[in-house]
């Protein structure tokens, strides 16, 4: 059964930093997509950051751009996601989500999630 877990959530002040890990067990992030998508209370769950698993290639929402970087460990099977520079709007329950093929935006495309980590910034 494939199994994505996620960690390294927290509260943090704005303008502090946090690294979510996500390690996966029964799926492969060197030839699965991987996608950090976000849900705030009463909110859609929102794109935020993906990565290629064939060249590594990096997609970002606008609104994390510069602030957040998606990585990946291969030989781990753990994607992260480096949380930087918070501000309050960046309070939410944040997701991996794995794919085979491309990575997408969409996050009705993505087969496989975790069960969340949820990132609280106060102001």
């Known amino acids: 059964q494939v199994r994505l877990v996620e960690s390294g959530g927290g509260l943090v002040q704005a303008g502090g930093s946090l690294r979510l890990s996500c390690a996966a067990s029964r799926v492969s992030f060197s030839i699965h997509a991987v996608g950090w998508f976000r849900q705030a209370p009463g909110a859609e769950r929102e794109f935020v950051a993906a990565m290629s698993w064939s060249d590594g290639s990096t997609t970002y929402a606008d609104s994390v751009k510069g602030r957040f970087t998606i990585s990946k460990d291969n030989a781990k099977n753990t994607v992260y996601l480096q949380l930087n520079s918070l501000k309050p709007e960046d309070t939410a329950v944040y997701y991996c989500?794995?794919?085979?093929?491309?990575?997408?935006?969409?996050?009705?495309?993505?087969?496989?999630w975790g069960q969340g980590t949820l990132v609280t910034v106060s102001s």
């Open positions: 989500a794995a794919r085979p093929g491309a990575a997408t935006m969409t996050h009705r495309t993505y087969n496989y």
